[in-house]
């Protein structure tokens, strides 16, 4: 299930950076995340690194957005042809 970030965002960026499927990105008055392009870090890292680094707990998972290991894993693979996953 793909993340979300709430309200309570600070826009301090943090979690821009360190998303590596480039799906965290900037709106008005805070980030976003686009579902289509997150796979919870599966692919890349054991754990969401936006949950880590976040100050204020903002980014929690989108029950809108459901999806299995594997459909996350096959996320990754359509956004990175070509390339290994770090962590399957």
């Known amino acids: 299930m793909a993340y979300k970030i709430t309200d309570e965002c600070i826009s301090c960026g943090a979690c821009e950076s360190e998303?590596?499927?480039?799906?965290?990105s900037e709106a008005e008055s805070i980030y976003v995340i686009d579902p289509d392009k997150c796979t919870e870090c599966i692919g890349w890292f054991e754990s969401s690194k936006c949950v880590e680094i976040c100050p204020v707990d903002a980014?929690?998972?989108d029950p809108e957005h459901k999806e299995t290991h594997e459909q996350l894993l096959e996320?990754?693979?359509t956004l990175h042809p070509g390339?290994?996953?770090t962590v399957t």
């Open 19 to 24: 998303c590596k499927n480039e799906a965290i």
């Open 59 to 61: 980014c929690v998972l």
């Open 75 to 77: 996320k990754w693979r």
């Open 83 to 85: 390339e290994t996953p």
